[in-house]
């Protein structure tokens, strides 16, 4: 009895039937192989196979991507989102913004052509009492005046 201690074989009976048990629980998960033939594979799914309401894939695809694409925009506009800019095109646009201010404000001040120009056939002396004399009137006046001045001084 020397390699014999003393409550061993209980342990291996506690042992054999929790393995036991173990296997028992292994047994049940494995699957009875069946004498009916295989289920035939789905057919692969192409760009033509019909999904739903007879549209084929493809359709879908297209269809889903449009209404992606303009939510995307819509709510780019509705938001106001911007392209990031280097500081470069920010002052560009700044220095082309501010020309064409000055440009509009000096081209406010230019009269209409029709009161810059002569217009044959029509009386010089008919004046429109909303009208703008011009540098060039103004001097025409005032030579005729002057000649006036002179052939009634002779």
């Known amino acids: ?16 039937a929790a393995l036991g048990a173990c296997l028992a629980g292994v047994a049940t998960q494995l699957v009875e192989p069946s004498t009916a033939p295989p289920k035939p594979k ?30 995307i925009i819509t709510l780019c506009c509705v938001f106001n989102c911007r392209v990031p800019r280097t500081r470069k095109e920010i002052e560009a646009r700044y ?23 002569e217009i044959p056939g029509e009386d010089k002396k008919k004046k429109k009492k909303d009208s703008v004399d011009t540098v060039a009137i103004k001097v025409e006046e005032d030579e005729k005046s002057e000649a006036k001045k002179k052939k009634g001084e002779k």
């Not at 009895?1 to 054999?16: D, F, I, N, V, Y």
């Not at 913004?97 to 081209?107: H, Q």
């Open 95 to 117: 220095l082309q913004r501010k020309a064409a201010k000055m440009y509009t404000d000096k081209l406010e001040t230019v009269p209409p052509l029709n009161e810059l120009t």
């Open 42 to 71: 789905p057919p692969p799914l192409t760009k033509e196979t019909v999904v739903f309401w007879d549209m084929r894939l493809w359709h879908v695809v297209g269809i889903f991507s449009l209404f992606v694409l303009s939510i």
């Open 1 to 16: 009895m020397a390699g014999r201690q003393r409550g061993t074989g209980r342990l291996w009976a506690l042992g054999g």
